[in-house]
């Protein structure tokens, strides 16, 4: 379990990382561009591994279909959302909403790995569902910069990661490799994120400082998610799910350290403090 725990606290981190190099990038670049880019960069970075690791008889197992499926939700879906996020209302906040991910990956575990549901992990999402109230909420509207619809866009990118976890672990049962899961996730994900960008005609603006950025970010996002595969493979989806939920620590300490692009307030902690003592709990149930 040891190395499942670090595992995931190297993909919380590289989350967190992830959150900022978006924000800078989202400077010169949109946001439907950007995650095209991102999930591009992702996808070329493990296709250039591909001589190294793939094993072409995977193509022919059944559970492929169902990767294929996740990858229609993540990260395409989840990346869109989580980029849109972060220029709406900010890294702080996006990294923190993000942590409610382990609500919807134990609930979807317990119906599909029959994992158990405990007193502990219950109260863990009371703490976590908490924290999106307080970070939605606003006493006063000279408080709250975005409107409070856009709460929707990081809820929705923690419930894409959330599902994506145990539906990873369930399908890595038959394929024992985190790098193949990786792999196809994210190819289907370009694929329609391309498609969507040939339907939908939108106006793009794609800065070459944005586009290194994001492609950079995009790789450094799928080395997350293939830790996160290599954690669940090793791990209980509660446990590991709780410790990546993490991420909004690491992202207010980056942004206390290197970053310092945004105004953090005491909101900002103390819904980061609500998700991690949520996560504390499953984890100890």
Not at 78 to 93: D, E, H, K, T, Y
């Amino acid at each position: 379990m040891a190395s499942s725990t670090f595992l995931a606290i190297a993909t919380a981190l590289l989350f967190a990382v992830n959150i900022h190099i978006q924000r800078v990038a989202l400077r010169d670049t949109d946001i439907h561009s950007g995650a095209v880019l991102s999930v591009a960069g992702m996808t070329l970075f493990f296709w250039l591994l591909a001589p190294f690791f793939l094993q072409p008889e995977w193509f022919l197992q059944p559970v492929v279909i169902y990767i294929v499926l996740l990858g229609l939700l993540w990260p395409a879906m989840g990346q869109s959302m989580q980029i849109a996020a972060v220029q709406r209302v900010g890294a702080p906040l996006t990294s923190s909403i993000a942590a409610i991910t382990p609500l919807f990956a134990v609930l979807i575990a317990i119906w599909l790995l029959h994992e158990p549901l405990t007193w502990l992990i219950a109260f863990g999402m009371f703490f976590m569902i908490s924290g999106l109230i307080l970070a939605a909420w606003s006493p006063s509207k000279n408080q709250r910069t975005f409107p409070l619809w856009t709460i929707c866009l990081p809820a929705g990118a923690a419930f894409a990661r959330g599902v994506a976890q145990p539906i990873s672990k369930w399908s890595m049962q038959d394929i024992g490799s985190a790098y193949f899961v990786t792999l196809i996730a994210g190819t289907v994900s370009l694929g329609l994120l391309l498609a969507l960008r040939k339907i939908v005609r939108r106006p793009s603006r794609m800065g070459r400082y944005g586009t290194r950025l994001f492609l950079f970010g995009g790789a450094v996002n799928g080395v997350g998610i293939y830790t996160l595969n290599l954690a669940l493979q090793q791990g209980n989806v509660a446990e590991v799910a709780s410790i990546v939920a993490t991420t909004p620590l690491w992202s207010l300490l980056l942004e206390a350290l290197w970053f310092r692009q945004e105004k953090l307030t005491m909101r900002h902690l103390v819904v980061a403090v609500l998700v991690f003592s949520g996560s504390v709990l499953v984890i100890g149930r």
